[in-house]
């Protein structure tokens, strides 16, 4: 660097400096010090950069306390684009010294402002290395923070555990603010903590993992659902590995679920063969053939848990078909759908409403129970969006020879099957939904859902299914005027 004369004040030659820095990662605390020690020619050896919580360098005993002021005619602080660019991310990196390193190239900047273009220079090699780590940090925050829903007096609320390498928390908050903007939510982790209550954003210090929540009831459905797009064709366990490290695993609700979906990819890849090579046959053409059918298929895992397939009840031609979500504990044992509690109330609010059972087509999404044993009992156990998908090619089935003017689904499971994909009951509920071949589809919720529902709650989803029942009478009856 070019000698010059600065004019100094506070500063004695020979003086060491140690800027104790106000967080590891106030990059515009550290540019500020250092631009004051370039323009007073403090040479990169005579500054030490402490963090909080760090030692003090021993050269620095006698050296003054405050970093030098360089009077008003200091030439300005030379410094490129580029430096700029990937000193604001290597900052925020774990390595100690990496202040030290943004200070030393700084300096050379001054003698030579293309240093930063030379690729084979050591010091432009570990900034360019400590800015691609930090890079891919933050890019594992976001695609691994995963928050779990708690109970709070003020409503929902939810708190994810993350344990980042380096310094990116606060640099990060931005990001989750825009994306969970109507959110509450906390994000807990060792280096600290961000919080967000949807209008202000604030910090607190290091957590610990026992702060975090371990799990809550709508993990399932995030496990049934990434198991459900879990592609076995497109399998690659190294780029998986090096892309998901397994370090991100113990946070992540689906990590459990991956060394069974890569042992069983191979067999899942065949059964994706075999539903290409079915999707290409004939439907059945009648009732009875489908029937048939149903009862020798085993297209998934459902059919091998000892239960019987469910035909569909009711007539070819029949204005209104009904679709549930599969047979019940009842249902199997009787062959026939909704015979058990769910289609008792189901028969009671049809009646409500002036729609004839008799009159309508009644089946499922899935011809199968499927369950889960508690002592002698079968519980009730959702199919996923791949065995709805998957039994989906019956029920179009049945929908192509029934023919029917209008489709009531009965929950979000039914509404998958007609529709291919997830809709919210809440928001999909009272209108019409035109499916492809001109019937109207219309939603609501399951009649099991109100069995578990009590008191003021029951009444009221209570008196939207009557009002759902009732639109759907309403449109039958304006059709066959």
């Known amino acids: 660097m070019a000698a010059r004369a600065p004019s100094v004040q506070n500063a004695a030659l020979g003086s060491h400096y140690v800027v104790h820095l106000a967080a590891p990662d106030d990059f515009a605390f550290w540019r500020e010090r250092a631009r004051a020690l370039i323009q007073c020619d403090v040479p990169p050896d005579r500054v030490s950069w402490v963090e909080p919580g760090g030692t ?28 700029m660019k990937l000193a604001r991310n290597a900052a925020l990196h774990s390595d100690p010294e990496r202040f030290a ?6 300096w050379r900047l001054q003698s030579n402002s293309r240093a930063m273009e030379d690729k084979a220079d050591a010091d432009v090699r570990r900034i360019e290395e400590l800015d691609k780590s930090v890079r891919r940090d933050s890019h594992k925050m976001h695609a691994f923070v995963r928050f779990r829903e708690v109970e709070t007096d003020d409503g929902e609320y939810y708190v994810a555990w993350f344990e980042p ?52 009831p709508v993990e399932e459905l995030w496990k049934s659902y990434y198991a459900s797009i879990f592609n076995p064709a497109r399998l690659k366990v190294g780029a998986m590995m090096a892309e998901m490290p397994k370090k991100y695993w113990k946070n992540m609700p689906e990590a459990e679920l991956i060394p069974e979906l890569i042992a069983g990819a191979q067999a899942r890849e065949a059964g994706m063969v075999a539903a290409g090579e079915r999707e290409a046959r004939e439907l059945p053409a009648t009732l009875k053939a489908i029937s048939s059918a149903i009862h020798t298929c085993r297209d998934c895992a459902i059919a091998d848990c000892g239960t019987r397939a469910v035909m569909g009840r009711g ?23 909704f015979v058990g509690p769910a289609g008792q109330l189901l028969d009671q609010y049809l009646a ?12 499922n999404a899935v011809k199968h129970f499927k369950f ?16 709805i998908d998957t039994c989906r090619w019956w029920l179009e089935a049945e929908r192509v020879v029934v023919k029917p003017r209008v489709v009531l689904a009965l929950g979000a499971s039914a509404a998958r099957g007609l529709l291919g994909k997830t809709v919210s009951i809440s928001k999909a509920r009272g209108a019409a939904i035109a499916l492809d071949d001109g019937a109207e589809l219309w939603v609501t919720a399951h009649p099991s859902y109100l069995l578990r529902l009590e008191g003021a709650a029951r009444d009221e989803q209570a008196a939207l299914f009557v009002r759902d029942l009732s639109a759907v009478k309403t449109r039958l009856s304006q059709m066959r005027a």
């Open 352 to 363: 409500q409403a002036g729609i004839d059972r008799s009159a309508a087509y009644i089946t």
């Open 165 to 216: 390498d380096h310094h990116i928390v606060r640099a990060n908050a931005g990001f989750f603010m825009r994306r969970f903007a109507n959110m509450k939510w906390s994000i807990l982790t060792p280096r600290g903590c961000i919080h967000w209550d949807g209008k202000v954003m604030r910090e607190s210090g290091p957590a610990d993992r026992s702060d975090a929540p371990q799990d809550d």
């Open 56 to 83: 003090d360098d021993l050269f620095a005993v006698g050296g003054p306390s405050r970093i030098p002021v360089a009077d008003g005619g200091a030439a300005p602080v030379r410094v490129s684009k580029r430096f």
């Open 101 to 106: 390193l943004l200070y030393r190239m700084l």
């Open 315 to 337: 007539a070819s031609g029949a204005a209104l078909m009904i679709v549930g979500e599969q047979p019940g504990d009842q249902e199997d044992v009787q062959g026939l759908p």
């Open 372 to 387: 889960r044993a508690k002592g002698k009992r079968r519980i009730h156990h959702s199919p996923t969006a791949k065995e």
